[in-house]
């Protein structure tokens, strides 16, 4: 009986924990995004996360190659190359173009672009792909193609772009206190 009592405030445990760490988030969206820019804050100097793990794989063929980034393994005779982003990854903006933000995980020529989705994401930022299906995309990180899926959930596209929530409400609490006018004042 006490062995399954761990276990199950275990799982209560880390539940209560992970959902406590998603609401220091939130999405970063187009309208945040204009609330950023009109208060002139560089998106160069935000901190940026993504909600969800994504694993980016690329085929190597059946000969043995260098590996800049991620790891390698053998799948079907086959070597094949994995970069995983764990969710809450910090990354850094490195460039803009028009919607799009071009974010990095590490240093080098390893971004990803990410803008505003569409349908039900109209306004959140998502990963950018080409080549979707069954939930994956094609991307480009480190000058390769890879297909880039959601370790944690069934559609890469559901993988937004998120800032701490403290970032936002320092951004809100912009305000000031009136001390308010007597008539004596006024004279």
């Given at each position: 009986?006490?062995?399954?009592?761990?276990?199950?405030?275990c799982?209560?445990?880390?539940?209560?924990?992970?959902?406590?760490?998603?609401?220091n988030?939130?999405?970063?969206?187009?309208?945040?995004?204009?609330?950023?820019?009109?208060?002139?804050?560089?998106?160069?100097?935000?901190?940026?996360?993504?909600?969800?793990?994504?694993?980016?794989?690329?085929?190597?063929?059946?000969?043995?190659?260098?590996?800049?980034?991620?790891?390698?393994?053998?799948?079907?005779?086959?070597?094949m190359?994995?970069?995983?982003?764990?969710?809450?990854?910090?990354?850094?903006?490195?460039a803009?173009?028009?919607?799009?933000?071009?974010?990095?995980?590490?240093?080098?020529?390893?971004?990803?672009?990410?803008?505003?989705?569409?349908?039900?994401?109209?306004?959140?930022?998502?990963?950018?792909g080409?080549?979707?299906?069954?939930?994956?995309?094609a991307?480009?990180?480190?000058?390769?193609?890879?297909?880039?899926r959601?370790?944690?959930?069934s559609?890469?596209?559901?993988?937004?772009?998120?800032?701490?929530?403290?970032?936002?409400?320092?951004?809100?609490?912009?305000?000031?206190?009136?001390?308010?006018?007597?008539?004596?004042?006024?004279?």
């Amino acid at each position: 009986m006490s062995r399954l009592s761990s276990v199950i405030l275990c799982i209560i445990s880390s539940t209560f924990l992970f959902s406590c760490s998603r609401k220091n988030y939130v999405p970063f969206t187009r309208d945040l995004r204009s609330k950023l820019e009109k208060e002139n804050i560089d998106l160069r100097q935000v901190q940026f996360y993504v909600d969800q793990k994504l694993i980016l794989s690329r085929n190597m063929g059946d000969q043995k190659v260098e590996v800049k980034s991620g790891v390698v393994r053998l799948e079907n005779g086959q070597y094949m190359n994995d970069v995983i982003i764990p969710a809450f990854t910090p990354g850094i903006c490195d460039a803009t173009d028009n919607d799009k933000v071009m974010i990095s995980f590490e240093k080098g020529n390893n971004d990803l672009a990410f803008g505003p989705g569409s349908g039900y994401t109209f306004n959140d930022y998502v990963l950018y792909g080409t080549e979707w299906r069954n939930g994956t995309a094609a991307v480009t990180y480190d000058s390769n193609k890879f297909r880039a899926r959601c370790g944690t959930c069934s559609d890469v596209a559901s993988a937004t772009l998120v800032i701490r929530k403290s970032v936002l409400d320092k951004l809100e609490r912009k305000s000031r206190t009136l001390k308010g006018r007597t008539v004596s004042q006024a004279k």
